[in-house]
């Protein structure tokens, strides 16, 4: 029963994100959703460690082509075994976004799952991590997933070190710099995602590209760059400058911004609403990325 249930929930994953055909008949395959749309959990596989523990990597499927979700820990967005701890994000980019985060469950963990839960827009979906051999990956099935096909047997993770404290205090609208230093092995060569299926690229009133990527040629551009998320907190998070990974690096045209010699990037945060938030940034050189976690408390103007 287990075992179905997993195929079932694949399925239902791959068809939302496009990947299984359908009769040109069935016109659902075809629409796309600006907002209103729930966010699907995503097993991604597991990768036995040097110590026989394991890592159970998850990603997930925001359906909507622009809305950003929001959705706290709790009842209805929860990894169980509650014990494992609580990884998952909590605030959700439009589309599909894989391996963001990770559990690691320990050597003797046998035919258990790891299950994260998520509640939006009216709907409950389930993603079933299991020591299943099929679900078994690596370096190459993970920079395959994340760049479209691309992978180099010689590439290393990039690394990510805060500059700086990783807590800071600020008030609503007050600009918060945050600076990083990534390294790399300079695998793969950086380069521009080349041609499209489609030439059109949407955009919204304010020229924002519209986060349609499924309509642009699938690989990612490669090469060494920081990705800042809103990973937790109850507001809107405001980067500048910033760029959508997983988005934006499919389009046409899009490189990494040259990095200074001293591996040194930054950007601003600005936030709209009171709260405790965790900014995620994550070294990526488009095959493989890494995380590093900054917790900022958001307090009212005096």
Not at 154 to 172: C, E, F, K, M, Q
Not at 179 to 208: C, F, H, N
Not at 219 to 247: E, K, Q, S
């Amino acid at each position: 029963m287990a075992a179905a249930r997993r195929l079932t929930q694949v399925v239902c994953v791959l068809a939302a994100a496009g990947w299984l055909w359908a009769p040109p008949s069935v016109s659902a395959q075809n629409l796309q959703y600006l907002s209103g749309q729930n966010v699907v959990p995503a097993f991604e596989g597991w990768a036995r460690n040097a110590d026989d523990s394991f890592t159970f990597y998850f990603g997930y499927l925001n359906r909507n082509y622009r809305e950003e979700v929001s959705v706290p820990l709790g009842p209805e967005n929860r990894i169980e075994p509650d014990h494992l701890g609580q990884a998952q994000p909590t605030y959700f980019y439009p589309r599909r976004h894989r391996f963001l985060f990770s559990v690691q469950v320990p050597s003797d963990w046998g035919d258990r799952d790891v299950l994260w839960t998520l509640t939006s827009a009216g709907k409950t979906e389930t993603a079933y991590g299991s020591l299943l051999p099929v679900w078994e990956v690596n370096d190459q099935v993970i920079s395959e997933n994340r760049a479209g096909g691309g992978y180099a047997d010689d590439n290393r993770t990039p690394t990510i070190a805060l500059v700086g404290a990783a807590d800071h205090t600020v008030t609503v609208g007050e600009p918060l710099s945050l600076t990083v230093r990534l390294g790399d092995d300079g695998v793969p060569e950086p380069r521009a995602v080349r041609g499209t299926k489609d030439p059109r690229i949407d955009v919204d009133a304010s020229g924002r590209p519209l986060f349609g990527a499924g309509r642009f040629g699938r690989r990612t551009a490669l090469g060494l760059r920081v990705a800042w998320l809103h990973w937790r907190g109850p507001g809107t998070v405001t980067f500048a400058p910033w760029h959508m990974a997983g988005i934006d690096d499919r389009m046409p045209g899009w490189a990494p911004p040259e990095l200074p010699s001293d591996g040194r990037t930054s950007t601003t945060a600005t936030f709209d609403t009171p709260g405790t938030y965790v900014v995620r940034a994550m070294a990526d050189d488009g095959y493989l990325a890494v995380p590093v976690d900054i917790t900022v408390t958001v307090h009212e103007p005096r």
